[in-house]
């Protein structure tokens, strides 16, 4: 359970690149980072303006002197000082995070990475490469993965509750983009230009997502090939898709589908993941996420609550304050920042044992994060036809 203290030695001098006034994800950045004292906040090249940057910074608390036009001149200056900062969160739009994160390494930074980490595999690749030559940690904030119930199922179907895995039911689909909202949202513009969002909009921005829990709760299972259509439904977003089903086979033969959506009328978030085996179910919705269904064939199902002694150790171990009472996507991130902290304190330390045994999204989710979109989008491309997964 956490109770607030520290798990690591003193809190990790922090900056972020984005997540300026008015953007949606800066905030929950801060306020994860911040809430157990892993971190201290005290740099930040907050905007693409950097004079609305400067101000923000100010009203964060920070001291003038750190709050910076550009994030090339704060990697630059903080080297410079003896209490210069060690870690970085990057939370810009899509289009900046390779070269933003390399920089960050390259200035012998830890680096926590909003998703998808880049644009290519190759360039994924290669980020993976320079933060493995300098020692560095990358998380990549697939923030749900955070929610406690996610250990639960990974615990259950390791411990063989399920059988034999046949069937993984993906989906992301929510409806706030049923229409063109890009002419009004900012937000929305950058999403549905290939300049800015990369190859694809909802398979990147969305789709990965549950694709990342489906790895922490099926690590054993790799996708061998997929066949992907996607749609523009505001047919100005063309090429991109603001609507995408992907088909996956796997290598043990199990089949899988994910369902990609900004235009599901209607719907919040609907991010649901199903898990299926020969004997039984899992069930977790995000919007539920205190809650996962336990599905026995032949018997009536359990809802398993979140913070309940019959949960295994694992979903336990980021408890903040019991069962009956709502954790929710905040306390979800802090579990993650927690673990970013422990890791690049562990690094710091050269203590491989501390790293191996920490599950945390890193640099290795963000390349294949990177990866399930590029083959999707191959697919896509080519007509919705079956391509090899590579
Ligand atoms: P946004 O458009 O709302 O905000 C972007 C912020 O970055 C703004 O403050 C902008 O001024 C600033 N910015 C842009 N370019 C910059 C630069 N070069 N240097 C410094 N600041 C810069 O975008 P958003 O919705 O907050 O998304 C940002 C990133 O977070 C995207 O990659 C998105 O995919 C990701 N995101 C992740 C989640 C999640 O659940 N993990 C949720 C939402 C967004």
Not at 204 to 224: A, N, Q, R
């Amino acid at each position: 359970m956490i109770h607030g203290e520290r798990k690591t030695a003193a809190p990790i001098r922090w900056a972020m690149v984005g997540g300026g006034r008015g953007s949606q994800i800066g905030y929950i950045h801060r306020s994860a980072a911040l809430r157990d004292r892993h971190f201290e906040l005290v740099a930040g090249a907050f905007d693409l303006d950097p004079e609305r940057g400067r101000a923000f910074g100010a009203e964060l608390g920070l001291e003038a002197g750190r709050c910076y036009p550009d994030h090339a001149t704060m990697f630059a200056e903080e080297a410079a000082r003896p209490d210069g900062i060690r870690a970085v969160s990057v939370a810009t739009p899509n289009n900046t995070h390779y070269a933003i994160t390399k920089a960050a390494l390259e200035h012998g930074l830890h680096v926590v990475c909003e998703k998808p980490l880049c644009f290519t595999t190759a360039e994924a690749l290669e980020l993976a490469d320079l933060a493995r030559a300098r020692g560095r940690i990358v998380g990549v904030t697939y923030g749900y993965a955070g929610h406690q119930l996610i250990e639960q199922a990974s615990a259950m179907v390791a411990r063989g509750d399920l059988g034999e895995i046949r069937l993984v039911n993906l989906q992301f689909a929510h409806g706030f983009h049923s229409e063109a909202v890009e002419l009004e949202n900012p937000a929305t513009r950058w999403r549905v230009d290939p300049r800015f969002a990369g190859p694809s909009y909802v398979l990147g921005d969305v789709g990965t997502h549950p694709f990342y829990i489906s790895e922490v709760i099926l690590p054993h299972l790799k996708v061998k090939r997929l066949l992907c259509a996607r749609q523009s439904f505001v047919r100005s977003r063309a090429p991109l898709e603001d609507n995408a089903v992907t088909l996956m086979e796997y290598d043990n033969g199990a089949f899988g589908t994910v369902w990609s959506s900004a235009v599901n009328a209607g719907s919040m978030h609907g991010q649901k993941v199903r898990i299926t085996g020969a004997k039984a179910s899992l069930e977790w919705w995000d919007e539920r996420p205190n809650q996962l269904s336990f599905e026995v064939q032949g018997e009536p199902a359990r809802i398993l609550e979140r913070g309940m002694p019959y949960l295994h150790p694992e979903a336990l171990a980021d408890d903040r304050i019991g069962g009956g009472h709502p954790e929710g996507l905040f306390e979800a991130w802090s579990n993650l920042y927690d673990r970013f902290a422990i890791a690049m304190e562990a690094s710091d330390r050269g203590d491989t044992a501390r790293l191996a045994a920490l599950r945390y999204p890193d640099i290795a989710a963000g390349v294949e994060g990177v990866r399930w979109v590029e083959n999707c989008v191959r697919s896509a491309d080519r007509g919705g036809v079956w391509v090899d997964y590579e």
